[in-house]
């Protein structure tokens, strides 16, 4: 009888304890809904984004009253249901978490842009993806969702006179106030000197931001942070959301990258050069750099010259050397040379 009682009782806890366990009120869209709205939300404002010129505020305002309409729901109750979110940060970010996720894969769908780190080939180990936290983050002004910071671990991996490059796309869903995204990347190096990069964001595009070891010193150490600051002169309730999505930390051996590129030059021009010699290849150039009409003569044949034509420049005959002895004046000219002064005329040979 004791150990049904307290079975019973057990159960009588739980059960309140589940009763009283906060839930979404009934007037406040629920988080599945309002994530769908967010989500047309953000293509809406994407869309009024694109007509930069003076009608792009009231484009704006009504493409977000036709998310609105389209999902049934009035001005009053979106914003009355964002006051609810605001004030409890939490279930905010976690909508936001699976919305970031949504829009970096509808993105990479309709076949986004990678990044800039396209420019380094990483399947070769010329540079490497040293990133080890999420893909992605969504920041509110409210803490501690308003901030996020990274310290990369160091290996033997990492070589003197590497580049390191951060590298992310923004997204911005923002009622009102001024969007400012904040982003820093910081590189220790051997000798404990330390290099920082900051850029702020504040549009829905890529960025990019690097440091190099142009001193091959050496890394010790890379570091950053993401911030988003609060807009003071907005109103606290309304909407401000900033997300951070494919994000990536690139390790380039700078230098082997650029020995590579120099052989891979200088194998172009190896081939053009043989291209140049071989038989129907390119034909050679004259002193002015224009081609050379191609050559019809027979091997037995004296060369031809091509006759001058406009921006030609005449190139003077080389000069003649005598292989001999200088000949003498009588016999080259036949008149006698003039007498010295006061002297007789010299003899004839």
């Not at 009622?175 to 702020?200: C, K, P, Y």
């Not at 988003?228 to 990536?248: C, F, G, P, S, Y």
Request: charged share 25%; hydrophobic share 35%; with cysteine.
């Amino acid at each position: 009888m004791r150990h049904q009682l307290n079975s019973l009782l057990i159960l009588l806890a739980l059960a309140v304890f589940g009763a009283c366990k906060p839930s979404i009120p009934r007037h406040v869209i629920q988080p599945a809904d309002m994530e769908d709205i967010l989500f047309d939300y953000h293509v809406a404002d994407a869309m009024a984004n694109q007509i930069m010129d003076s009608t792009r505020i009231y484009n704006s305002v009504l493409y977000k009253l036709a998310v609105l309409k389209k999902h049934g729901v009035t001005e009053a109750e979106f914003d009355s249901s964002m006051v609810y979110y605001t004030r409890h940060a939490d279930k905010l970010h976690e909508i936001y978490e699976r919305l970031a996720e949504r829009m970096g894969n509808e993105a990479m769908a309709l076949g986004a842009d990678v990044g800039s780190v396209n420019r380094y080939n990483v399947e070769n180990g010329e540079a490497a993806n040293v990133w080890i936290g999420e893909r992605c983050y969504t920041f509110i002004p409210q803490a501690p969702y308003n901030k996020v910071s990274f310290e990369l671990p160091v290996d033997t991996s990492y070589h003197q006179g590497d580049r390191i490059v951060m590298d992310f796309d923004t997204q911005f869903l923002y009622q009102e106030g001024m969007r400012d995204g904040v982003a820093i990347l910081a590189v220790r190096f051997a000798n404990d000197s330390v290099a920082t990069r900051l850029m702020h964001m504040s549009s829905d595009t890529h960025y990019s931001m690097e440091i190099y070891d142009d001193k091959s010193l050496g890394i010790k150490g890379v570091r950053g942070m993401f911030y988003l600051n609060r807009d003071r002169n907005a109103t606290q309730t309304t909407l401000k959301v900033m997300v951070l999505n494919k994000i990536r930390v690139i390790r380039v051996h700078e230098a082997e990258r650029q020995k590579k590129k120099a052989l891979s030059e200088e194998a172009k021009r190896d081939s053009a050069h043989r291209e140049e010699g071989r038989p129907g290849g390119p034909p050679p150039n004259d002193p002015q750099g224009r081609p050379l009409p191609p050559d019809d003569r027979r091997p037995d044949e004296p060369p031809v010259d091509r006759p001058m034509e406009d921006g030609d420049h005449p190139v003077p005959p080389p000069p003649h050397h005598h292989s001999g002895p200088v000949p003498h004046p009588l016999k080259s000219h036949g008149t006698p040379p003039p007498p010295p002064p006061g002297g007789r005329p010299l003899p004839r040979e």
